[in-house]
């Protein structure tokens, strides 16, 4: 059965506001359609500038069949190139991350500037035209401290996304701080599920007892509807705004992205067993402002984040295979913090770890679940997951017009 067309006869058949049929959660064809019309054609979050700190840093990352790895040049900028060597495909580099004066393909030791230009290859012969063979570049972009690449020969505009994520995240100075921990865990469920899961806060007072002690489970907090009438959220907007904190929800057209601030519960500062503060040193010099909640910020297909005045924690997604996902989360704090004087890295990483591990249990068994041949597309809970409605609808919406030939993704509304 021809895949393409089976996907789209599945998601035109679709019911809204229901789960998506079996295939799209297993089936490796389906997953391969994934890749080729949404990861590598979007914008992706990788990581953070200051993962790069000097000239020659760099860090590898693999989407489906493509390495790349990403370096700051001498003049600073941040630079994403294809990891294969011009010569004869060896990775260039093969290991996560390091400092590099060059990049020095192991295999036959072709040697690379930091921009990607082919410096050095031994004993070739005369008229042999080096400026022809630079390593390809892949399309990136960085702002405020995150750093996005795209795969496609013609990326889609970067510039909306910028603008609108770009206040938000500008006063958290995170280009400036510093990585205090970053763990990755695989989680054996299609990435679909695991943006399912997070979507929704539906699930957490029955798993997450740690996160549930300081983060509010109301559906305005988690969804895309209603945050605009809720006391609450508008009296922690109307707080932070007046500190010079944008705060107010706000969301793309297509559904792609979008950032809020939210409150914590109670008296609580940070994600922490008490609510009490993780890091003694403000994230941000320019942060002083107290309870000013998570800013929460979205982008699909491959990031999640939660930023608090005295760390940020921030999600990658990466799918490996049709029923595995990886996912990467760092805890970055103030690039002067002291482990063991500022902050104890136990107490800054137990409620994301423990609230991980169990997000992983979870999605596991959704997916052993969907499995079953008596499995069939269940309903939304729309008091609850209006969230996972959104993300189903926006990836049926990008998807779809791809899969009939128009590479325009849908505009949906999201009101």
């Not at 699930?203 to 509010?216: D, Q, S």
């Amino acid at each position: 059965m021809d895949a393409r067309n089976d996907m789209l006869r599945l998601l035109n058949g679709r019911r809204e506001g229901f789960s998506l049929e079996q295939p799209f959660y297993t089936d490796p064809d389906f997953f391969k359609l994934d890749m080729e019309l949404i990861w590598y054609r979007d914008w992706l979050f990788i990581g953070h500038d200051c993962e790069l700190p000097k000239p020659g840093g760099f860090i590898t990352v693999q989407i489906g069949d493509y390495p790349v790895v990403l370096v700051r040049d001498q003049q600073g900028k941040i630079n994403a190139f294809h990891n294969s060597c011009r010569h004869r495909g060896s990775r260039v580099c093969n290991s996560d991350k390091g400092m590099a004066a060059k990049l020095v393909c192991p295999y036959h030791q072709w040697t690379y500037e930091l921009d990607g230009r082919l410096l050095f290859a031994r004993q070739m012969a005369d008229g042999f035209d080096k400026s022809q063979f630079g390593l390809k570049p892949v399309a990136c972009e960085s702002v405020a401290g995150y750093i996005f690449i795209c795969l496609a020969k013609e990326p889609a505009d970067f510039a909306p996304m910028r603008a609108m994520i770009e206040p938000y995240l500008k006063p958290h100075r995170l280009s400036e701080a510093k990585i205090a921990f970053e763990s990755t865990i695989v989680e054996k469920g299609n990435w679909k599920l695991v943006w399912e899961n997070n979507r929704e806060c539906y699930h957490c007072a029955g798993n997450h007892p740690e996160l549930c002690k300081t983060f509010p489970e109301a559906p305005t907090v988690t969804g895309v509807q209603g945050a605009d009438s809720d006391p609450e959220m508008l009296a922690h907007w109307a707080k932070c705004e007046a500190a010079g904190l944008p705060s107010k929800f706000r969301i793309d057209p297509a559904g792609q992205y979008r950032a809020t601030r939210a409150p914590l519960l109670r008296d609580a500062v940070s994600y922490t067993m008490t609510g009490k503060r993780a890091v003694k040193k403000n994230l941000s010099d320019s942060v002083s402002a107290d309870r000013i909640g998570s800013l929460l910020l979205y982008h699909y297909p491959t990031t999640w984040n939660h930023i608090l005045g005295d760390h940020a924690v921030t999600f990658r997604v990466l799918p490996i295979s049709a029923t595995e996902t990886a996912v990467t989360t760092k805890w970055l704090v103030h690039k002067d913090a002291v482990e063991g004087v500022d902050y104890d890295l136990a107490e800054l990483t137990h409620v994301w770890t423990e609230t991980n591990d169990q997000d992983r249990r979870i999605v596991e068994e959704n997916a052993f679940g969907i499995l079953s041949p008596a499995y069939e597309p269940g309903p939304y809970s729309e008091l609850h997951e209006g969230g996972v409605i959104q993300f189903v609808e926006w990836y049926a919406s990008f998807i779809g017009p791809r899969l009939a030939g128009d590479g325009r993704p849908a505009l949906r509304s999201v009101a």
